[in-house]
T-cell receptor, first 115, second 114 residues
Framework: KAGVTQTPRYLIKTRGQQVTLSCSPI?????VSWYQQTPGQGLQFLFE???????NKGNFPGRFSGRQFSNSRSEMNVSTLELGDSALYLC??????????????FGPGTRLTVT | AQSVAQPEDQVNVAEGNPLTVKCTYS??????LFWYVQYPNRGLQFLLK??????LVKGSYGFEAEFNKSQTSFHLKKPSALVSDSALYFC????????????FGKGNQVVVIP
């Protein structure tokens, strides 16, 4: 069974640009969550999508947005990039059932560098 | 709000010795607890979870963790550490109210010395 895949793996952007990251969950998983990992702040929750709806949102500015498609694939967009957005962005998928007691499975991440 | 504390930045242990990585948590109600491991330039790999039932949970690669409700702790243990266990370990917690929002600790770097 294929794991969570993320594209691209590495990305270099300039301040002010925007970027779109993609995540394909494990087959059958309907929940996709996004996390930002930085040396200073650690792992922080961005948002979760389930059945094409945002179900939960972390404390990030509106420049960070996402969406989920009918096949459960998800994209995350960051507009007007800032230097502080440089991070490893991790996507995780799980079954997503109500009161889900299942673990999340993480992809390898997209390393975003903003210059 | 849910939160996790991993008090040590780095844990050094000799190969073959027992390994313990500490974690305490704060959450409303009963928790779901998880341990993940991260190798350099990789995503997080699931090790084990506590949902309900036995307080001692066994996971992948010989790891286990003990849930202690009175001390709000979920320490990760391995009886005999291997050099290949050297990695970054994260404890995570979420509540049971129907969302998938994980709160992670800062992580512990484990160094197993040959």
């Amino acid at each position: 069974k294929a794991g969570v895949t993320q594209t691209p793996r590495y990305l270099i952007k300039t301040r002010g640009q925007q970027v779109t990251l993609s995540c394909s969950p494990i087959s059958g998983h309907r929940s996709v969550s996004w996390y930002q990992q930085t040396p200073g702040q650690g792992l922080q929750f961005l948002f979760e999508y389930f059945s094409e709806t945002q179900r939960n949102k972390g404390n990030f500015p509106g420049r960070f947005s996402g969406r989920q498609f009918s096949n459960s694939r998800s994209e995350m967009n960051v507009s007007t990039l800032e230097l502080g957005d440089s991070a490893l962005y991790l996507c995780a998928s799980s079954w997503g059932a109500d009161r889900d007691r299942y673990e999340q499975y993480f992809g390898p991440g997209t390393r975003l560098t903003v210059t | 709000a849910q939160s996790v504390a991993q008090p040590e930045d780095q844990v050094n242990v000799a190969e073959g010795n027992p390994l313990t990585v500490k974690c305490t948590y704060s959450v409303s109600g009963n928790p779901y607890l998880f341990w993940y491991v991260q190798y350099p330039n990789r995503g997080l790999q699931f090790l084990l979870k506590y949902i309900t039932g036995d307080n001692l949970v066994k996971g992948s690669y010989g790891f286990e963790a003990e849930f202690n409700k009175s001390q709000t702790s979920f320490h990760l243990k391995k009886p005999s550490a291997l050099v290949s266990d050297s990695a970054l370990y994260f404890c995570a917690v979420r509540d049971r109210y129907g969302n998938n929002r994980l709160a992670f600790g800062k992580g512990n770097q484990v160094v197993v010395i040959p």
